[in-house]
């Protein structure tokens, strides 16, 4: 039977199309460096941005941060902005009061100023169900992610993770793990590769993290990942490697494919 999978486009970019998109995300901890990390990223010419808002020191203080955004913004206009406010039990930069944060995350919804958002599954139905709401109203993408920075889950959980983010009415399902050996890496390829040909409508995000795990950043789009995130300034999660070099990898394994 076949399937088809829903191509997400955003400013120009098809996400879940032919192209592999490569995101680079911002990890400034203040609005000065934030902005200067805006300025040189767009000379990386990344496919996506993301604003991981969980390094900035002033996070808990939400006028603040939309203030930042409008002006992230307007650094960025042609970029589709993810915006991510990572929990700290899930590799988040720092512990944010959980109330403040899912205000935080709803109001930069409804604020205009971003194109897709990243939250948590581990966050339960309730709480994706009113993101995913209020997402919808405001135009704005959902990523459902998932993140185990110990270990890799067996190849079945993994998918399983992918499926319930699908059923839960994500727009891309994503899943970063961390490999403690080759066969973790190969087992990720493997959750991705059947996730993508048996059950996925939507695009898929996936990779194992670490050096191990760089294949999967380099070749993932291969097994049927849509994004692969490369480091701008400085890496938000082990194993990313600068956009440039990225690039230069995915441009030779695909021009022979
Ligand atoms: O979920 C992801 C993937 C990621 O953890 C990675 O391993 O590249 C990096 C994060 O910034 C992003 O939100």
């Known amino acids: 039977m076949s399937k088809s999978?829903?191509?997400?486009?955003?400013?120009?970019?098809?996400?879940?199309?032919?192209?592999?998109?490569?995101?680079?995300?911002?990890?400034?901890?203040?609005?000065?460096e934030l902005l200067k990390e805006a300025s040189s990223i767009a000379a990386l010419k990344p496919d996506l941005v993301e604003w991981r808002v969980d390094f900035l020191?002033?996070?808990e203080s939400i006028?603040?941060?939309?203030?930042?955004?409008?002006?992230?913004?307007?650094?960025l206009l042609e970029y589709p902005i993810i915006f991510?406010?990572?929990?700290?039990?899930?590799?988040?930069?720092?512990s944010i009061d959980e109330n403040i944060r899912l205000q935080l995350i709803k109001k930069a919804i409804k604020s205009g100023r971003i194109d897709m958002?990243?939250?948590?599954?581990?966050?339960?139905?309730?709480?994706?169900?009113d993101i995913i709401d209020t997402a919808r109203l405001n135009h704005v993408y959902v990523i459902l992610s998932n993140h185990d920075f110990q270990k890799t889950?067996?190849?079945?959980?993994m998918v399983e993770r992918l499926k319930k983010a699908q059923d839960l009415g994500a727009d891309i399902a994503k899943i970063a793990v961390m490999p403690n050996s080759m066969e973790d890496v190969l087992n990720l390829l493997y959750a991705t590769n059947s996730m993508k040909e048996q059950y996925a409508h939507i695009p898929i995000i996936t990779m194992a993290m670490s050096?191990?795990?760089?294949?999967?950043?380099?070749?993932?789009?291969?097994?049927?990942?849509?994004v692969t995130f490369g480091a701008g300034k400085a890496a938000s999660a082990p194993g990313q490697i600068a956009k440039e070099e990225l690039e230069t990898a995915i441009e030779i394994l695909y021009k022979n494919l």
């Open 57 to 59: 020191e002033v996070v």
């Open 211 to 226: 050096g191990k795990g760089l294949i999967t950043r380099i070749g993932g789009g291969i097994f049927g990942s849509a």
């Open 5 to 32: 999978v829903r191509v997400i486009e955003v400013k120009g970019r098809r996400i879940g199309g032919d192209r592999l998109q490569i995101c680079v995300p911002l990890v400034a901890k203040t609005e000065a």
């Open 117 to 129: 958002v990243d939250i948590e599954l581990i966050s339960g139905e309730k709480v994706i169900q």
């Open 63 to 75: 006028p603040d941060v939309l203030d930042i955004l409008l002006q992230l913004r307007n650094r």
């Open 84 to 94: 991510t406010c990572r929990t700290h039990l899930e590799g988040g930069y720092r």
């Open 153 to 157: 889950p067996p190849i079945n959980t």
